[in-house]
């Protein structure tokens, strides 16, 4: 997407969004942080154009480009934007998911900065049935909120997914507890 394309899309929001008290502008999709660019650039325009509304940028990463002067306009601009991490698990989960790249990420610097923020596991056929271990991983690591998605346009075997399931939620329930907002493990 091309700055004047998002301005634009920008100050629409702003003008045509009066039934509401804050937004949100969401950038995710493919690795936003590949048009680095265009985002720090986004996100400056729009704190200086002075709208009467609060807002805030949500970027979900991989975490692969996300180190040194990105790391350090993130923590400058924290009032207005939120990161989040897509961690798929154990570095094998992760790695077979994601073409090796676990170790390319700083996981401390979106525990520090980021404490309250979702971590987000992509499952697929390859990776269901190491579930619990990711899960334990990312918890372990210090994630306290984690969002297992499920990869899309896979022909999943229903039985072996369900019990897979069920049986990670049991277990999850039994080691942890219920989350932080008091909901269970459940399926």
């Known amino acids: 997407m091309s700055i004047d ?47 009467n509304k609060p807002f805030v940028f949500f970027l979900e990463t991989n975490g692969t480009l996300v180190h040194g002067d990105i790391q350090n306009w993130l923590i400058d601009h924290k009032g207005h934007v939120t990161v989040g991490l897509s961690l798929d698990g154990t570095p094998e989960t992760h790695n077979r998911n994601r073409n090796n790249s676990y170790d390319r990420i ?17 499952v697929n056929n390859s990776t269901v049935g190491n579930l619990f271990q990711d899960v334990v991983h990312l918890h372990r690591l210090g994630f306290a909120d984690i969002v297992a998605t499920f990869a899309h346009g896979i022909v999943w075997d229903k039985d072996k997914i369900e019990n897979d399931l069920k049986e990670t939620c049991d277990v999850m329930q039994l080691l942890f507890g219920p989350s932080r907002d008091n909901r269970v493990f459940e399926f």
């Open 106 to 122: 700083d996981i401390g610097f979106f525990l520090l900065h980021y404490p309250a923020q979702s971590v987000r596991m992509t």
């Open 5 to 51: 394309v998002a301005k634009a899309a920008l100050d629409y929001e702003f003008t045509h969004s009066d039934g509401y008290d804050e937004i949100e502008f969401d950038l995710f999709g493919g690795e936003p942080t590949l048009n680095w660019g265009v985002v720090r650039e986004l996100v400056e325009w729009t704190v200086v154009q002075g709208y």
